[in-house]
């Protein structure tokens, strides 16, 4: 049996040394891991657009951020639909610094709102983040609308926690194609967004333009992602009403 | 120190790297010692991970990294190690190590980080993995202790990758993401909510462990 001292100097050693490893390695590997989470989000970014997704797959890094700043370009709105040029620090406002997890947290009035803009190839598109609650913690997406508004040109989503296999399926390819060409609003003209239904496998006839397939054993994910969808891209409309002129996607403020 | 603990026998100094008492070491916990059908540990994340192949595989692979290597440490302090707190020194070296490996994991590899940073949790919480250093590492040298590591963790592997198998196969048709049913010509197979929910990995396991028992022999006491 070691004495007590021996046991607090044991203790007291193996947290400086496990502790001091831990932050040191967090510390040394800060930028890269900064680096490789900007080049995730702007792959999810440009991911929401079906033809770019396919070519994603064979590039390296570099090629995707410089296919990124080929093709996207960017602003920021507040809720009344204003663009804001300006940060809190006074310096130019970058759509891709905002944090839309942070902003998700202040009342919905004071958020910022990143819009990207894609325009390739002759194809135009809206690329909106969205954030809402999962099962188990938050998910994230980006939705691109074509240029009408109305209707949807893909989607990619992501999450936090959501169980594998279950919740988690929102990230693969088959579910995240179930929303293309869907449509916002419903017969009436009124927004609705896009419901993912309870159940899975269900024909395409009987879900109609405004609901997606469900995913069977994740049906709490689906109704987070439902709440997402619907809350996010409302948000955007005050944006679409002040700044989109003829329903064709602007890149006159670059 | 834990009446569990397995004292090491007296070795000759120039034994084998693979002698057969070492091979034991290995093959032991594929199937006679096995953690999950026969210790029955690490059941809670046999049922959470193992509804598809692809995510099982990560976690089988993580799981047997983290267990080499606090066993090769616990193993290397095992006579520094103060007995009255040993169960939080082996966490908190359990936890170091997985948060190492999850820190890298995002600087170089971003997606697979993203799949595996979920099991995080459940790795820590592995009792297979606190289990064998408290019965193995703590009395045993580094070499025979890595070895035991690598054995436990593969026995651990293929039974959740036997699960998970099942699962995804009865579950949603498929098998590493392809579509098994849709291939061999069963088009109308819809997704099986009871294999898909945990409950499917315990009818899974239930039927693993009847076939293994019934073929050793093995009664519990």
Redesign the interface.
Known sequence: ??SNK??II??LV??AV?GG??SG??QV?GP??KK??D??TKKQILGAIPAEKEALGDMEAEEILARYNEVIFSEVTDYQGNLVDTNVKGGPMVAEEVNIEKNYKVPVEDRLFPVFKYSANGEESYILPVYGAGLWDAIWGFVALNPDLKSVKGISF?HK??????G?RIT?DDVQERYRGKQLYNDNGEFVAITMVKG??IPEDRLGPNKVDGL??ATLTANGVNDMLLNYIGYYQKYFDKNVKGGAVSLNNQ | MSTETIEAPVVKESEALLSRRRRKFLTDPLNDDNPITIQVLGICSALAVTTQMKPTMVMALSVIFVMIFSNLIISLLRNAIPGRIRIIVQLAIVATLVTLVNEVLKAYAFDVYKQLSVFIGLIITNCIVMGRLEAFALGNKPYDSVLDGLGSGLGYSWIILAVAFFRELWGSGKVFGYDVMGAIGFESFSANGLMVSPVGAFIVLGFIIWVQRSKTGYVEH
């Open positions: 049996m070691q021996y046991i044991f203790a193996l947290t496990l490893l831990l390695v967090s590997l890269t891991q490789a989470q080049l995730d992501d926690g959501e169980t594998p296999g279950l988690a693969s899975e496998k069977a054993g």
